[in-house]
């Protein structure tokens, strides 16, 4: 259970002041529902003013405090702005200009013939100066100092920059005063302020050294956490699981395995001989052959009389996976069954049934193979596909059936650059594939200017007319999943015109079933062309599709891209990527599309990425999107995360059960940054 201390920080925003249904809303939004969130919604950026004695001071564009006097209130006709013009000490005239309804609180804030301290940007408007919507006008000049470095918040529609500052002001009143949670150590030669004042700094102006504090907090509470699982399993009962090779030798793969896929099932083979259970993850990009590895520890587990399970995030995946399987290891001789949600009635009962006594000795499936109503005889291996689509709990209650914890391989095609590996599996040894299958053909991509798109139409008629098939990656229009619609929708269209019925299309807003429906008539090769939203369902394999055109592609990341582009080249025919790219494209964008261009490795492409993402990253911008990470920015990743996870690590070997006084504090800190899992497996676990 969360500690007392804390309640405060996580009661809910509705009950600070001026808080109501119609705030609410708008707040949720920003995902600031409680105290601790509102604490925590550090400011984009500073406006900095200059106070000034009169405005022959100032220049134009300047962020100015300044003491005006008004002399008239101007209403233009119609709908043009409210003026109210105003004069400095030595008699410059300054027009204050409003719009819409702003122009009500204009009349009252500003009564001819009484001095007022305006903060503003001085704009010039033909000959007069003006301020447009001042952001502050006051009687007294007593709350001054605070405007002349002020925050500004993120914010969403129905809330104001005052309002938020507001409420965030009302939670820092609340704050604790909290034990220190940092090693002394370190925090002394870092310089950090201790955790409220960092906090209360953090709002009031630029200080990296503050930032840095609350940012590495956050990086600790995860490490932390992760590095708890970690002891956890390592104390937990598994068993060790020793293969004799009877299965493996009568495999008759069609290929010799490359040295990283034996490296990697050699590091498998060590982990599953302990009596610790396993907690590995297998990196490899797309077609890296992952599945071969996962086949090899699989037929380990049940040469030592246990059963192995496979799962993946999707009914298709889940097929496909047990369909090679299937293929593969049908020499063995070994069952295998597939599971899925979908399976009913008697042909369900009859796999619980080879389940629980041991006559299945592989099933792969979804979600559905770790419902409660399925028991093992003796699960010995548990192997997760599409690892980044489960989070930590998650996992960790899927590997807790039975007395026993069965070994576990997570499995992911994202190139995770290595620092975000740390953040995201810290709990978990790497097996990185880092080497392709020989033979593969390189994917010829090129970078064509979106003005050529006839060309490209005409290109993918000649395509799809050598019966091969062809993906479309819709603009990205902005973060709204509507607008990504609609793009795709009037994209779908244009070339349905073209090609009638051989187009589907695929978006995030379809229903599951029309979206299977759509993507099985293109796996099947009954549609030629896959129209799509970035959602192309990770891991789906269609060797027949050689041509990925993708547009704006200068919008997308690196790793997207990437991600995308490794749907094709899974056949024996060459691929080519087309990226189409609009007329302006920024310093970065550009550098993107020439790495994609140069290079297919996904490691060095995800290291690219991280670099460019993290470079260019102004203070608290933090769009750290596929991190776990909310505070900290990438920047702030790369350099201290490192250092909070050897923290972590020691902590932890010093103080397992967090029983001292440092560890006190740092059971907090869990529960501050709701790392609860981790905290939870204190207690007995
Ligand atoms: P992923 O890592 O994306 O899951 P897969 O396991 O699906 O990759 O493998 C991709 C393709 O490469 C499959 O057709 C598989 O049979 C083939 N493959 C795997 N290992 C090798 C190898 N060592 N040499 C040649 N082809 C291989
Ligand atoms: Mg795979």
Same mark, same amino acid.
């Given at each position: 259970?969360?500690?007392?201390?804390?309640?405060?920080?996580?009661?809910?925003?509705?009950?600070?002041?001026?808080?109501?249904?119609?705030?609410?809303?708008?707040?949720?939004?920003?995902?600031?529902?409680?105290?601790?969130?509102?604490?925590?919604?550090?400011?984009?950026?500073?406006?900095?003013?200059?106070?000034?004695?009169?405005?022959?001071?100032?220049?134009?564009?300047?962020?100015?405090?300044?003491?005006?006097?008004?002399?008239?209130?101007?209403?233009?006709?119609?709908?043009?702005?409210?003026?109210?013009?105003?004069?400095?000490?030595?008699?410059?005239?300054?027009?204050?200009?409003?719009?819409?309804?702003?122009?009500?609180?204009?009349?009252?804030?500003?009564?001819?013939?009484?001095?007022?301290?305006?903060?503003?940007?001085?704009?010039?408007?033909?000959?007069?100066?003006?301020?447009?919507?001042?952001?502050?006008?006051?009687?007294?000049?007593?709350?001054?100092?605070?405007?002349?470095?002020?925050?500004?918040?993120?914010?969403?529609?129905?809330?104001?920059?005052?309002?938020?500052?507001?409420?965030?002001?009302?939670?820092?009143?609340?704050?604790?005063?909290?034990?220190?949670?940092?090693?002394?150590?370190?925090?002394?030669?870092?310089?950090?302020?201790?955790?409220?004042?960092?906090?209360?700094?953090?709002?009031?102006?630029?200080?990296?050294?503050?930032?840095?504090?609350? =940012?590495?907090?956050?990086?600790?509470?995860? /490490?932390? +956490? @992760?590095?708890?699982? *970690?002891?956890?399993? $390592? &104390? !937990?009962?598994?068993?060790?699981?020793?293969?004799?090779?009877?299965?493996?030798?009568?495999?008759?793969?069609?290929?010799?395995?490359?040295?990283?896929?034996?490296?990697?099932?050699?590091?498998?083979?060590?982990?599953?001989?302990?009596?610790?259970?396993?907690?590995?993850?297998?990196?490899?990009?797309?077609?890296?052959?992952?599945?071969?590895?996962?086949?090899?520890?699989?037929?380990?587990?049940?040469?030592?009389?246990?059963?192995?399970?496979?799962?993946?995030?999707?009914?298709?995946?889940?097929?496909?996976?047990?369909?090679?399987?299937? =293929?593969?290891?049908?020499?063995?001789?070994? /069952?295998? +069954? @597939?599971?899925?949600? *979908?399976?009913?009635? $008697? &042909? !369900?009962?009859?796999?619980?049934?080879?389940?629980?006594?041991?006559?299945?000795?592989?099933?792969?499936?979804?979600?559905?193979?770790?419902?409660?109503?399925?028991?093992?005889?003796?699960?010995?291996?548990?192997?997760?596909?599409?690892?980044?689509?489960?989070?930590?709990?998650?996992?960790?209650?899927?590997?807790?059936?039975?007395?026993?914890?069965?070994?576990?391989?997570?499995?992911?095609?994202?190139?995770?650059?290595?620092?975000?590996?740390?953040?995201?599996?810290?709990?978990?040894?790497?097996?990185?594939?880092?080497?392709?299958?020989?033979?593969?053909?390189?994917?010829?991509?090129?970078?064509? +200017?979106?003005?050529?798109?006839?060309?490209?139409?005409?290109?993918?008629?000649?395509?799809?007319?050598?019966?091969?098939?062809?993906?479309?990656?819709?603009?990205?229009?902005?973060?709204?999943?509507?607008?990504?619609?609609?793009?795709?929708?009037?994209?779908?269209?244009?070339?349905?015109?073209?090609?009638?019925?051989?187009?589907?299309?695929?978006?995030?807003?379809?229903?599951?079933?029309?979206?299977?429906?759509?993507?099985?008539?293109?796996?099947?090769?009954?549609?030629?062309?896959?129209?799509?939203?970035?959602?192309?369902?990770?891991?789906?394999?269609?060797?027949?599709?050689?041509?990925?055109?993708?547009?704006?592609?200068?919008?997308?990341?690196?790793?997207?891209?990437?991600?995308?582009?490794?749907?094709?080249?899974?056949?024996?025919?060459?691929?080519?990527?087309?990226?189409?790219?609009?007329?302006?494209?920024?310093?970065?964008?550009?550098?993107?599309?020439?790495?994609?261009?140069?290079?297919?490795?996904?490691?060095?492409?995800?290291?690219?990425?991280?670099?460019?993402?993290?470079?260019?990253?102004?203070?608290?911008?933090?769009?750290?999107?596929?991190?776990?990470?909310?505070?900290?920015?990438?920047?702030?990743?790369?350099?201290?995360?490192?250092?909070?996870?050897?923290?972590?690590?020691?902590?932890?070997?010093?103080?397992?059960?967090?029983?001292?006084?440092?560890?006190?504090?740092?059971?907090?800190?869990?529960?501050?940054?709701?790392?609860?899992?981790?905290?939870?497996?204190?207690?007995?676990?």
């Amino acid at each position: 259970m969360r500690p007392e201390r804390l309640n405060l920080l996580f009661s809910d925003t509705e009950s600070l002041d001026g808080v109501g249904p119609k705030l609410k809303k708008p707040l949720d939004k920003l995902g600031l529902t409680r105290l601790r969130d509102l604490a925590y919604h550090l400011p984009d950026r500073f406006v900095d003013r200059r106070a000034v004695a009169n405005l022959d001071e100032a220049q134009v564009g300047e962020q100015i405090v300044v003491a005006l006097t008004p002399n008239e209130h101007r209403l233009t006709s119609g709908r043009g702005p409210y003026r109210v013009l105003a004069s400095d000490a030595v008699g410059n005239v300054c027009a204050l200009t409003y719009f819409g309804r702003a122009s009500y609180t204009a009349k009252k804030l500003l009564p001819v013939g009484e001095l007022r301290w305006i903060a503003g940007r001085l704009d010039q408007y033909g000959q007069m100066l003006q301020i447009v919507h001042p952001d502050h006008v006051e009687a007294e000049s007593t709350g001054l100092l605070t405007w002349l470095s002020e925050p500004v918040y993120a914010l969403a529609e129905g809330l104001t920059q005052p309002r938020v500052a507001g409420l965030i002001g009302q939670a820092l009143a609340h704050l604790p005063d909290l034990p220190e949670w940092i090693e002394p150590g370190l925090l002394a030669r870092m310089q950090w302020p201790a955790w409220r004042d960092a906090l209360l700094l953090a709002h009031r102006g630029a200080h990296p050294a503050a930032r840095d504090r609350l =940012a590495y907090d956050e990086l600790l509470a995860n /490490s932390l +956490a @992760l590095m708890l699982v *970690r002891e956890n399993n $390592r &104390a !937990r009962r598994g068993q060790p699981l020793k293969g004799d090779g009877s299965l493996r030798d009568r495999l008759r793969l069609p290929f010799p395995l490359t040295g990283a896929q034996r490296r990697s099932i050699g590091e498998i083979e060590g982990d599953l001989a302990q009596s610790s259970p396993m907690l590995r993850l297998l990196q490899g990009d797309v077609g890296a052959g992952k599945t071969v590895v996962a086949l090899e520890a699989m037929l380990l587990a049940v040469e030592a009389g246990a059963q192995a399970a496979m799962l993946a995030p999707t009914e298709i995946l889940a097929r496909q996976h047990y369909d090679t399987l299937r =293929a593969l290891a049908a020499p063995t001789g070994v /069952s295998i +069954a @597939l599971l899925t949600g *979908r399976d009913k009635g $008697r &042909a !369900r009962e009859s796999i619980l049934m080879g389940l629980l006594d041991g006559s299945i000795s592989m099933v792969v499936g979804t979600h559905a193979i770790f419902q409660d109503s399925v028991s093992y005889r003796n699960l010995g291996l548990v192997v997760i596909d599409e690892q980044h689509r489960f989070g930590v709990g998650q996992r960790l209650m899927l590997t807790r059936k039975g007395k026993v914890t069965p070994h576990c391989l997570a499995m992911t095609a994202t190139p995770i650059p290595r620092t975000l590996t740390l953040a995201q599996y810290g709990e978990m040894d790497v097996s990185r594939l880092d080497e392709m299958p020989p033979g593969r053909q390189p994917i010829d991509t090129r970078v064509v +200017a979106a003005d050529r798109f006839a060309d490209v139409v005409a290109g993918l008629e000649r395509h799809l007319a050598t019966g091969q098939q062809a993906y479309w990656v819709c603009p990205m229009v902005r973060e709204s999943e509507t607008e990504d619609m609609a793009a795709a929708e009037a994209r779908y269209a244009t070339l349905k015109a073209r090609f009638g019925d051989a187009v589907v299309l695929v978006h995030g807003q379809l229903r599951p079933e029309d979206k299977d429906a759509a993507m099985e008539r293109f796996a099947s090769g009954q549609a030629k062309l896959l129209v799509a939203t970035t959602v192309i369902e990770v891991g789906v394999d269609v060797p027949n599709a050689t041509l990925m055109v993708i547009e704006q592609a200068e919008r997308f990341g690196l790793a997207q891209l990437h991600q995308l582009r490794g749907r094709v080249g899974r056949g024996s025919e060459k691929s080519v990527c087309l990226l189409l790219r609009g007329e302006t494209l920024s310093e970065t964008a550009r550098e993107r599309l020439a790495l994609m261009r140069e290079t297919q490795d996904g490691f060095r492409l995800a290291e690219e990425d991280l670099r460019l993402r993290g470079g260019g990253e102004l203070l608290g911008t933090r769009q750290s999107g596929d991190t776990p990470f909310r505070v900290a920015s990438l920047e702030q990743i790369q350099r201290l995360l490192p250092l909070a996870h050897d923290d972590a690590r020691l902590l932890v070997e010093r103080d397992g059960g967090l029983t001292g006084e440092r560890g006190d504090a740092a059971r907090l800190l869990l529960y501050l940054f709701e790392r609860d899992w981790g905290a939870q497996l204190l207690r007995g676990g």
